[in-house]
């Protein structure tokens, strides 16, 4: 009798435990558009409250996504300056690409748990995820556009009202509805199932190469990349120059305190966005160490941190990088969820 009391509450937990797990790690049918919150992650700050999340809506903003419909002259989609292969930035491009091959003078961030960040953009000029396309639309290198003739041109299209009708009831296309199927779109691209993170839930284990990856990076670059999203969302002079071609934070405050300063990038999916750094002045994780160790530029905006760089060996070097290499997200970078409809 005991024994089977014993069975039934093992299996008691054992359901819970399964049914607990089951938000965050599989996902089946019926939760492929409920957002994800993964286990231990603060509450973001976007939460969905007035933009709920539904098939029709996600299904409408990953066409959007990938539409260059949103471009003036049609040739450029969000999806061409972020490559879901390359963590949703821009493989091997140092500054955005766009349109009339025009370059901007920043590096394509990638996109994911987008909706933790208090700020978007190098320089945080953005505050609301639901904004940021307009910024993106708008601007004269990258989608050159008017948000009002975006509207219009989705309004003649063939398939768009129907699909704004199914996803929102509306019975005419406007921009809020457009930037929120967006928004259901990219506010999705939650990454937490890398090594790291099967790591962390004692569901993997590390190398000792990786171990010791981690540690450095606990004790060198966690005041800034904090876990779990690998940034503390500052705006941080981390030594790259000392004069400033692009003033980064300063051209949001107008503060010569800001000079030089831009958002700490997460280093989720890091191993695959390279190029690296608001300029992408980096071609691989080899040169970012390099930098750090003895590449410290000094100006009065640098990190205090960071003023005798980060000396660290070469082997301890190679330790991070391979610790870095485990914020690789397979299941992210390859959901058929976020990828292009063919
Ligand atoms: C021509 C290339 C290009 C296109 C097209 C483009 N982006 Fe970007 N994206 C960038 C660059 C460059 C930045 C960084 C800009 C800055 O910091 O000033 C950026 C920044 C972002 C950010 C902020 C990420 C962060 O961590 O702060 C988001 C979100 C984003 N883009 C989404 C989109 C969406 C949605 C579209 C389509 C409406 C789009 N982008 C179109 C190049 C592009
Ligand atoms: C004092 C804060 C700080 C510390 C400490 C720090 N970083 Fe950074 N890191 C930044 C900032 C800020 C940027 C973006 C700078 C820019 O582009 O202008 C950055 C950028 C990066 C990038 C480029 C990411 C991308 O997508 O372009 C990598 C990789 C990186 N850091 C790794 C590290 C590693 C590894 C360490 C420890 C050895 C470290 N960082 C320590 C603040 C810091």
Redesign the pocket.
């Known amino acids: 009798m005991a024994n089977a009391k014993k069975s039934l509450l093992l299996l008691l937990i054992l359901s819970f435990v399964i049914s607990c797990k089951k938000d965050v790690d599989v996902i089946t049918d019926d939760d492929v558009y409920n957002l994800i919150i993964p286990d231990g992650w603060p509450a973001p700050v976007y939460n969905f409250e007035n933009n709920n999340i539904t098939k029709d809506g996600f299904e409408l903003g990953r066409k959007l ?1 990938y539409d260059p419909i ?1 471009s003036r002259d049609n040739t ?3 999806g ?3 490559q879901q292969f390359a963590g949703f930035a ?1 493989l091997d491009h140092a ?4 349109i009339n091959d025009l370059n ?1 003078k ?4 990638s ?1 994911s748990n ?1 909706i933790w ?1 208090p700020d ?4 945080g ?1 953005v505050h609301h ?1 639901e904004l ?2 307009v910024a ?2 708008t601007n004269p290198v ?2 050159d556009e008017t948000v009002a003739n975006v509207v219009s041109k989705l309004q003649a299209h063939s398939s768009y009202p129907s699909m704004f009708n199914k996803a929102f009831g509306a019975d005419a296309i406007d921009s809020q509805l457009m930037l929120r199927a ?1 928004t259901q779109f ?1 506010g999705m691209l939650v990454s937490y199932q890398s090594k790291y993170d099967d790591y962390i839930a004692g569901n993997a284990t590390y190398s000792q190469q990786e171990l010791n990856g981690l540690n450095l990076f606990r004790q060198n670059c966690a005041s800034c990349h904090t876990e779990p999203l690998f940034t503390n969302f500052n705006f941080i002079n981390n030594g790259l120059d000392q004069t400033f071609a692009d003033s980064g934070r300063a051209v949001i405050t107008n503060d010569v305190n800001d000079l030089g300063k831009f ?1 700490v990038p997460s280093l989720r999916n890091v191993e695959k966005s390279y190029p690296y750094m ?1 300029d992408g002045r980096f071609k691989n994780l080899t040169e970012v160490l390099n930098h750090y160790a003895t590449g410290i530029k000094q100006s009065p905006t640098l990190h205090t941190s960071l003023q005798n760089g980060i000396t660290l060996s070469t082997t301890q070097q190679q330790e991070i990088i391979s610790f870095l290499q485990t914020l690789t997200d397979n299941k992210f970078i390859k959901d058929k969820r976020f990828a292009e409809v063919q």
Do not use: Y
């Open positions: 996504f949103l450029i989609a969000c061409n300056c972020h821009h500054v955005s690409h766009g901007g920043r590096n394509a961030p996109l987008l960040m978007l953009m190098w320089d000029g995820i940021q396309p993106a639309i990258e989608m967006i990219t958002k608001h």
